[in-house]
């Protein structure tokens, strides 16, 4: 029997093009005995082609035009590794699957923005559209969720999406070191970008958990502005408290259905020390998967990093050369439903707050009487003076209350005349 | 478009069985739209047709004759929900490939023992042999690591995979209370069976470990003797005393790839409290793979139950329902290779021994030369009199070494006139 030989090409070949053609390259063999077809890197597009590389790479395979790719008749599958939500990622990927070729994209931005889009394309045109790696790196979450556990009815998914927050929080635990001086450290070991606006400020964690609700609950991808907030604002002494209190700090990406509406949600939260994701430290990603009939099924590993991205990318190359053409989102684009919003208003937890006031009488009466004002009730109080800048530190846990008491309480605790800025508020989250 | 319906039967109707069908029947719509097809249960075999049930089955659909099952024209799909290395549920499935029919089965005894003859007769016969609810229960590990980690050459694997033993571990430690007493309250809770014999002497993890190791290395299913041990053995002292060292004691079953050479064992493991499994406790699975390009991944989730076993079935359903055959070892029988076995008397760990010994002068001094003579370095020994009975246990952690010298060591100890029973030997795993 003769096998087939399968054109890929790849496009944008930074370190994980790299790494992905070595792997490639390297289980060619493994490959093809597992999926009946040859895999061979026809093209590699780079915008530099003359940028000194660590691995050779035959002439005849570059091509610097990125638009001719997508018209080769000698390619059946291209792999997106540019990135962003616009430009030549775009371009390439809905050029791409116009004319009829299978595609792979590591790229959330442009998933969560075109995903709907994309997947109606592919389905019209009987290809497939492979994204594992744009969410939690080598976690094949994507795929659990579409195969593994495609029995399921998930009411709720939830996790650490972002591996560069996720080591920031806990270096800073481990360190005693602030924000600042951690994240220097990240960017010199490549565990944060130069820029890393976008992982710090949660819209990475938000582009990945609108994927996976996409996908979780069989719904449109959701145009909702979702609640985000990232880690920008944590400081060293909220982890402190936290800890003390028996609480880890993690940015949590939380998805879930309730009253039948959808509620997204990225921000910090305090979990319990105890919990199970607790202890998933450094740049590890986790996945929860609350569901019917299976309870509760967690996927954790490498959520970043060329090996991870790799392997993930291999699992979708594969699955397109085992040669089933595969609804991308699970089911067929035209029954995906669009999604309702949950009010954010009403959600409800308990949170710790950190405040920074003024220390002289009467400051802690003035503080509690604002939280009686606005129903929240106090579970917990500590108060740490500081009497050589004439300040406190009061930190407070409160009982159970709505999100829109809280943004009045925040409200009026940053106009009340004894606190000096605006206070630190964070969601304490059952997990 | 009209939407193919499939035939299924089920042979075998329990907990599982009665689960997995009204699971079917309540899905069908979301299978369809989610394969394209449509499963339909038309026959179910039971041993008890007059046994009183929960729901209600029409009674053209019931069977009694299992042989005839395999025979019918009106069947695509078997599922064997038996149980058992022999007798019918040997004969259907064999039965069931022979003629054709695609088959999904529960059952690790079976696949343990006569996978490898299974999978070359379903490739033979160009159909599909499912078994993802063998292990592991509801955690889609078969699939991830037959897809999503399909770019990764695994070199060890390894986990908890079996609830009954993990429950009564942990509970143990929870409650305070011995094995016998938590045995029988696992037993009203239903988390161990009647006759539990298989899940507390390791057999039926070690069977789960052959069925792991042959798809993670791509080998044929090793006939080698595991090293198997139960939790027998395991006295709520072990336990304690393990706690106050810092450590766990969990069943693990681990298997690796040690030069060129597969090592697989079952045994109780003292783990450090703080690794990463330690906290998965009660009836939970998990599943770690160390590979690479990847790293570590970890799975956890519900190991048995009829809501766990549902939805690793109905992945398989749907794997066959989406249309295409696939090796059930994920590469061709032919290209599966055979097992070199690594001498386990080479293994090396640390270990923890309890010793029971008469409590009078010179014991210590005796015990301690047969650990000297035996070349095994202790590093951390706590001696507890028990004044009443005349007695003291000796509890002795020790640095690494090898197999072949704790047997020695412990036959020795056995023997010496001071220790009145044959010590508790634990090893210790670096997890």
Redesign the interface.
């Known amino acids: 029997m003769r096998t087939e030989k399968i054109n890929i090409a790849i496009a944008g070949f930074g370190n994980i093009g790299s790494?992905f053609y070595k792997?490639v390259e390297k289980?060619k063999i493994d490959?093809s005995?597992?999926t009946g077809k040859i895999p061979f890197i026809k093209y590699i597009c780079a915008k530099n082609l003359k940028k000194k590389r660590k691995i050779k790479i035959p002439i005849k395979k570059w091509i610097k035009n990125i638009k001719s790719l997508t018209k080769k008749k000698d390619v059946d599958i291209i792999i997106e590794l540019i990135g962003g939500s616009e430009g030549p990622a775009k371009k390439l990927v809905f050029e791409s699957l116009k004319n009829k070729k299978h595609v792979i994209t590591a790229n959330k931005a442009l998933m969560a923005k075109y995903g709907d889009q994309l997947a109606s394309l592919a389905e019209k045109n009987n290809v497939n559209l492979e994204y594992?790696a744009s969410v939690a790196g080598?976690?094949?979450i994507i795929?659990?969720i579409k195969?593994?556990?495609?029995?399921?009815k998930i009411n709720k998914i939830y996790g650490i999406l972002n591996g560069t927050t996720n080591f920031i929080l806990s270096s800073m635990e481990y360190t005693k070191k602030p924000f600042a001086e951690v994240l220097e450290k990240a960017k010199k070991l490549g565990f944060a970008e130069s820029n890393p606006i976008s992982d710090i400020n949660g819209g990475d964690s938000a582009a990945k958990l609108r994927i996976l609700s996409s996908i979780a609950f069989n719904k449109n991808i959701s145009k909702n502005k979702i609640l985000t907030e990232g880690i920008q604002n944590i400081n060293l002494t909220d982890i402190l408290h936290a800890k003390s209190l028996g609480y880890k700090i993690k940015l949590l990406s939380i998805s879930e259905i309730k009253s039948k509406k959808l509620m997204e949600r990225v921000h910090p939260c305090l979990i319990k020390n105890?919990s199970?994701i607790a202890?998933i430290d450094g740049v590890l990603n986790a996945v929860i998967v609350d569901a019917?009939?299976?309870?509760?099924?967690?996927?954790?590993?490498?959520g970043a990093g060329?090996?991870?991205t790799?392997?993930?990318?291999?699992?979708d190359l594969?699955?397109i050369l085992?040669?089933?053409i595969?609804?991308p989102f699970?089911?067929?684009s035209n029954?995906r439903k669009k999604v309702s919003k949950f009010n954010i208003l009403n959600h409800v937890c308990s949170s710790y707050l950190r405040i920074e006031a003024k220390d002289m009488p009467g400051v802690l009466s003035s503080i509690t009487k604002i939280f009686t004002r606005n129903k929240i009730s106090i579970k917990n109080l500590i108060q740490r003076p500081d009497k050589r800048n004439k300040k406190a530190t009061i930190i407070i846990i409160t009982h159970e209350n709505i999100e829109k008491n809280y943004n009045n309480l925040i409200l009026n605790l940053t106009k009340n005349k004894f606190v000096l800025n605006k206070p630190t508020f964070i969601r304490i989250e059952k997990v």
């Open positions: 790494y792997t289980n490959i005995i597992k594992e080598g976690i094949p795929r659990s195969e593994g556990l495609i029995a399921n105890t199970r202890n019917l009939p299976i309870g509760r099924s967690i996927l954790q590993g490498e060329p090996g991870a790799s392997s993930a990318l291999i699992s594969c699955s085992h040669g089933n595969r609804y699970g089911i067929s029954l």
